[in-house]
């Protein structure tokens, strides 16, 4: 079962990308997702990742925040030649089932449940945005823009946007003291209407 992910869209970081993603990320290259965060730790855009090289790292955010993170990111880019542009022309799926073989030239992350796809083939797509809505749900798979935007990235996720033991990181002062010694002030969490209060 494949879902057309028409929202998103994939970036291509090149020149010393993985060196630029470790100071500027919250979480390792070896990891699904990822994060951009301001210096307080708020969230800019998170991202699914797949590094190809040192040199070159595919990102997929939600398209609408593509301006708010090159704004973001612009200061930094200045100070070295690492260049982020649009990935060349392809077209991104979720495959709920995780039962697509890759093809060559295609991506793919692995999700807690299923993958993302990217691939210039166009496939076919056969679940609703309501199934694929309620698949998010159960298996606890939030998306920017509907279940959360702006806010401490730890009140989202934890361990699977935040690497710990990475080293220094734009923002790492407030997630690291936020994760040691306190906790976050609120927390992105699943509930039926029945458990909901009013």
Known sequence: RLYP???KIGLRV???AAEFLKGYTTNTLDAPRNAFVTIR???VCTFDQMAVSQEKVLIVIEQKYLDRLLVHLDPYL???DTVIEKAPEFHLYFDLDDVHEPQRGEIFVIQKKGKLIGTTQALQSNVSEQEFSLFRLKNHMPVQGIDYDEELLLN???EE???YTKGCYLGQEIIARVHHRSKPPKKLVVRSPDQCTQ
Do not use: H, M
């Open 161 to 163: 946007f935040v690497s």
């Open 78 to 80: 200045k100070l070295g």
């Open 156 to 158: 989202v996720a934890n």
């Open 41 to 43: 730790g708020q969230i």
């Open 14 to 16: 090149k020149n010393n």
């Open 5 to 7: 992910l028409d929202t």
